[in-house]
Every structure is written in structure tokens, then in C-alpha cells.
């Protein structure tokens, strides 16, 4: 939470999840439920970072099939589907992020540098994680059809900038890590990774 989504397609089955059509309520819903969740704290000093999802246009599907191919124009993308994420960034630094389940131009939304790393960290100024939703990561090979295996698939949502991939380890694997080990993978990939997921846990109080 908070989910993001603009819903324009009433075949979209979690239409019920959205906050509507409307960009401009759902940044306004998005951010007040990030600033509820993240300006909270336990008695114990523990906090909780917002993951909103599904970023983005995961109500555009081909025919509002759940993670079906969304072809969404560059522009609308950013300006309907991606203004509650902005908003959330911009106004309550939104520390966490779910992309969707849908491709783009041929690329899984999990495994794409342009979407989690170009737009949403370089132009929307996001620095917190990008974690996968449910098995999104290793979908991309088995539902999808790209890379050639799941070491392959993993590496490229990690160089993309997914740090954690949920809920299980798959396609972020012994294999990938042997890669890691013997040098085949850049370990420059897997350290910015690792800073990001220990400065979530130093914020969060998890080392208090």
C-alpha cells in the first residue's frame, strides 16, 4: 500500500483496488496514505515504509487482462498512470515501490532499466527499493518468455533496479550468485542492491 493505479477498464478484474480514473485524487489518496504509514512509529521506535504499486499502467492491459502486454503511450504513461507515484516521491519521499506485472515495448515492467531506473529514479527522484510483486520476477521468463534462464532473468531486474525480489528466491538464485562469485556478473550491481536494502532496514529501526 497505497495502490497507485488508475483504472479506466472495468474488465480489469482489481478495479476494486484503485482509487479511481482520476490521477489527480489518486495522487492526492496516495500521498496522504503514505504520509499516514511512513510518519507512524511503534512504541519500540520501529517504522514502516510504503511500497505503492503496480508501477505503472497496470490497468492499461491489452483488453484488461491482469499482466497483459500494456501499450501505453511514453507520454500518458508519465503524465496519468505515473503522477500518484510522482506525487507520493515528491511531496511524503515514498520509500518503496512495486512494479506491475505487465510488459512495455517488449520488456517485463520487473526487468526494465527505462521504468525503475530512468524514469522512476532519475526523473521522479525515487531512492528508496524497488521490490518485486508476487513471483513478477521469474515471470518474466516462465510467463513471458524473455531471457534464456532464471540467472539471466535475475540479473537483469537487478541491473534494472529491482533490489528484493518477493516472495521467494527464484530468479535471484545460487546460479546468479555463483555468477557473482566468478566475476560473470557485475558485482558493482549486487552492492548497490545490498546499500539499499540495509539503509531501508538502518530507517526502519531493524538495527536499533
Request: proline share 3%; aromatic share 8%; charged share 25%.
Amino acid at each position: 500500500a497505497p495502490v497507485l493505479d488508475i483504472s479506466m477498464d472495468s474488465r480489469m478484474g482489481r478495479q476494486g483496488e484503485t482509487y479511481g480514473e482520476d490521477p489527480t485524487l489518486a495522487a492526492a489518496m496516495g500521498s496522504a496514505f503514505t504520509k499516514g504509514i511512513q510518519g507512524s512509529e511503534r512504541c519500540d521506535g520501529l517504522k514502516a515504509d510504503a511500497v505503492a504499486k503496480h508501477f505503472m499502467g497496470f490497468h492499461n492491459s491489452l483488453a484488461g487482462v491482469h499482466g497483459a502486454d500494456s501499450m501505453t503511450p511514453p507520454r500518458q504513461l508519465q503524465e496519468i498512470y505515473g503522477r500518484p507515484f510522482q506525487a507520493a516521491i515528491a511531496e511524503e519521499d515514498l520509500h518503496g515501490v512495486m512494479p506491475c506485472y505487465c510488459t512495455f515495448d517488449g520488456e517485463a515492467a520487473s526487468t526494465s532499466k527505462g521504468l525503475l531506473t530512468e524514469i522512476l529514479r532519475n526523473e521522479m527522484g525515487f531512492d528508496g527499493l524497488a521490490v518485486s510483486d508476487y513471483t513478477a520476477v521469474e515471470n518474466a521468463h516462465k510467463v513471458q518468455g524473455l531471457f534464456e534462464d532464471l540467472a539471466e532473468t535475475g540479473f537483469a531486474a537487478m541491473d534494472a533496479g529491482m533490489d528484493m525480489e518477493w516472495p521467494k528466491k527464484s530468479a535471484y538464485n545460487d546460479e546468479l550468485m555463483e555468477q557473482f562469485h566468478s566475476g560473470q556478473a557485475d558485482v558493482a550491481v549486487l552492492d548497490r542492491i545490498c546499500k539499499r536494502i540495509l539503509e531501508a532496514k538502518f530507517r526502519m529501526g531493524l538495527f536499533e
